[in-house]
């Protein structure tokens, strides 16, 4: 059974700083390319960093130097982590982690965790 489990969500302040953790199990993810959606209200869901199975990572323009993704893979389990730091109110959302297959042959998705940076 294929399941992606996303924790380390919660209520920061601004400038403050969270881990997300995503565990993938139930498939061959260490193949597959491994990213982090977000979505906030009234908006699309967006990409926000994604790294390879080779370890290379992609982030969009806004968390440039702010983010860290970094996975840990095992045979039969991958870890996903991203390392959120100086956040900003707009940096507020549900957060999703992402799995797809290099060779299109799937794409899943957790179940979200909710990240809400206010004072």
């Known amino acids: 059974q294929v399941q992606l489990v996303e924790s380390g969500g919660g209520l920061v302040q601004p400038g403050g700083s969270l881990r997300l953790s995503c565990v993938a199990s139930?498939?061959?993810?260490?193949?597959?390319?491994m990213g982090w959606y977000r979505q906030a209200p009234g908006k699309q869901r967006e990409l926000v960093a994604d790294?390879?199975?080779?370890?290379?990572?992609?982030?969009v323009h806004s968390v440039k130097g702010r983010f860290t993704i970094s996975r840990d893979n095992a045979r039969n389990t991958v870890m996903v982590y991203l390392q959120m730091s100086s956040l900003k109110p707009e940096d507020t959302a549900v957060y999703y982690c992402?799995?797809?297959?290099?060779?299109?042959?799937?794409?899943?998705w957790g179940q979200g965790t909710q990240v809400t940076v206010s004072s």
């Open positions: 790294i390879t199975s080779g370890g290379d990572t992609n982030y």
């Open positions: 139930g498939n061959n993810f260490r193949f597959y390319a």
């Open positions: 992402n799995a797809k297959s290099p060779v299109g042959t799937g794409n899943y």
